[in-house]
């Protein structure tokens, strides 16, 4: 059967003198294929805000080459190309091309995608470039207090600000202030608004006058002015400070002298001269704060002053002010004072046996003196080393004259001899040392011969 199908198609194409082959699905040609155009951000793309840089993209599958063309708004019958980068993915091929827009381009535009090959398919669609008419804003709420101040005291201003009658958020605000007397407003500070629309700021209120806040206009919305609120501005006694206050040395022994120093400043005038500046002095375990000196403050607002230390405690300075000025303290200074150990517990001595010979003696010979000098130890007197001085009071004389020096042995002994010349008292004294207390002698008269 299959033989005479084969005899039967062969017979036909001979009777007919030529061979033609019919083209089948599968060996023939296909046409392109192109996807439809996107656009990032957008078919409405919004330059109110500024330029815009849109991104246009499609795929193609069977075309080695492409082309997208854009027409702007009005009679324009050929668009203008842009260019185009290709990513290849299997047997499909994207690509890309970008364009800015401003406001100038405002209107719809057209575009055409078209796909080289077979047929060459084309896609066309539209997009818009709009710029949005601004938004009216509004600060409805705006306030500031307290409506009465002292000088140099921090108030309050806040409000809130809205676009379109709704809240109008991450915006920035300008705090704007008129003083009396003046017929311009400067800005003060500038705050950005939450999401709320509501915004705030502490401010210092130097001056009375009136406050408020600007919202300046963009591209999206218009700009707006709050109403003005009045803050009226007390002035008060100036602030005056102490600075740089030191007590000085730290630590210091008991009985050193202590020096203090500082500047006296005062608000809007900085240092001051001639004004006086207590020191205080408030004990370790005392809340009782005592006056111990004072100075008056130089040319550039300095004082200088000392004070012995008696024990550890806080020292500060104090100013009483003056007429226009309100006083102050310095921040207290804490100086420990290291007191001496006490002396050691000294021993009693005595001078005993004293006796001075040969009596009488020869005007120009030599007196002998002897001695014993002895210290308590424990209820028991003792030998002890030191040093005893030989004083003389000449007869019918009130007076003691030093004569000369000598040292006790080991065992407390002593001997001395001078020449006499005139008859009088003599006698040994101990001053004592860091060990013992001191003692006199008994005294022994020598009658001196012609």
């Known amino acids: 059967m299959l033989q005479r199908i084969r005899v039967a198609a062969l017979a036909l194409v001979v009777g007919a003198g030529t061979l033609v082959l019919a083209p089948t699905a599968a060996t023939a040609a296909q046409a392109p294929v192109l996807t439809r155009v996107g656009i990032s951000p957008g078919s ?81 669609g539209t997009f818009e470039v709009v710029v949005k008419k601004p938004v009216e804003t509004s600060i409805p709420d705006f306030d500031a207090r307290p409506d009465r101040a002292d000088r140099g005291e921090r108030i309050r201003v806040d409000g809130r600000l809205l676009a379109g009658g709704e809240a109008y958020g991450d915006q920035n605000v300008a705090i704007t202030f008129r003083a009396r007397g003046s017929s311009s407003y400067r800005t003060v500070a500038t705050v950005k608004t939450r999401d709320s629309g509501r915004f705030g700021a502490t401010v210092r209120a130097w001056q009375t006058g ?47 002298r202590l020096s203090f120093s500082g500047t006296l400043r005062v608000e809007d005038h900085g240092r001051v001269s001639g004004q006086r500046v207590a020191i205080y002095f408030r004990a370790e375990n005392s809340a009782r704060w005592r006056y111990v000196t004072s100075d008056v403050t130089d ?16 020292w500060r300075a104090e100013y009483a002010g003056a007429r226009g000025v309100r006083g102050s303290d310095s921040y207290a200074d804490w100086v420990t004072v290291n007191v001496p150990p006490p002396p050691p517990e000294k021993a009693d001595t005595r001078l005993t046996k004293f006796n001075a010979y040969p009596e009488p003696v020869k005007r120009g010979r030599y007196v002998r003196f002897t001695g014993r000098l002895q210290i308590d130890d424990e209820g028991t007197w003792e ?35 001078v020449k006499a010349w005139n008859s009088g008292r003599w006698r040994f004294v101990f001053t004592g040392d860091e060990d013992a207390y001191g003692d006199t002698s008994r005294s022994d008269y020598v009658r001196v011969k012609r």
């Open 383 to 417: 030998g002890y080393r030191g040093k005893v001085r030989l004083y003389f009071k000449p007869s019918g004389s009130h007076k003691w004259h030093y004569v000369k020096t000598t040292k006790s042995n080991g065992s407390g002994r002593l001997y001395t001899k």
């Open 44 to 124: 409405t793309i919004d330059v109110t805000g500024g330029a815009v840089k849109a991104t246009f993209s499609f795929s193609t599958k069977g075309a080695d080459k492409a082309e997208l063309q854009l027409k702007p708004p009005g009679d324009v019958s050929v668009g203008t190309p842009i260019t185009l980068t290709s990513t290849k993915r299997g047997d499909w091929t994207r690509w890309s091309g970008t364009k800015s827009f401003d406001s100038s381009n405002a209107g719809k535009w057209s575009w055409l995608a078209i796909a080289h090959g077979d047929g060459s398919p084309s896609r066309g």
């Open 210 to 256: 009136w406050w408020r806040a600007e919202f300046a206009a963009t591209s999206a919305a218009k700009g707006s002015v709050s109403d003005s609120d009045r803050v009226d501005v007390r002035r008060h006694d100036r602030r005056s400070w102490i600075s740089g206050f030191n007590a000085r040395p730290e630590p210091v022994d008991q009985g050193d």
């Open 299 to 314: 040319r550039y607002g300095r004082f200088w002053d000392s004070a012995t230390a008696r024990t550890s405690g806080w």
